[in-house]
């Protein structure tokens, strides 16, 4: 997934739950900083960060990795 695309359904998600960013960061123990850049786009966020924000809203997070058998 594009950090892009990862930061807008992140971004969605606050919005629909009407959570300002500073609060959201204040939920999930991470710096508003992160989340902003997060939410842009520019972020490389770790998965312990991606869990603890997708907990806080209540979305799921999969990481899927795949053997490429072409080769």
Same mark, same amino acid.
């Given at each position: 997934?594009?950090?892009?695309? *990862?930061? $807008? ?10 959570? =300002?960013?500073?609060?959201?960061? +204040?939920?999930? $123990?991470?710096?508003?900083? =992160?989340?902003? !850049? &997060? +939410?842009?786009? $520019?972020?490389?966020?770790? &998965? /312990? =960060? *991606?869990?603890? *924000?997708?907990?806080? &809203?209540?979305? +799921?997070?999969?990481? +899927?990795? !795949? $053997?490429?058998? /072409?080769?």
């Amino acid at each position: 997934m594009l950090k892009k695309h *990862l930061g $807008q359904a992140i971004k969605n998600r606050r919005k629909e739950l009407n959570i =300002t960013q500073p609060h959201l960061a +204040e939920l999930a $123990q991470i710096s508003t900083n =992160t989340l902003y !850049k &997060l +939410e842009r786009g $520019q972020g490389n966020p770790s &998965l /312990d =960060t *991606l869990s603890k *924000l997708v907990e806080v &809203l209540g979305m +799921e997070l999969k990481v +899927e990795v !795949k $053997q490429n058998l /072409d080769k």
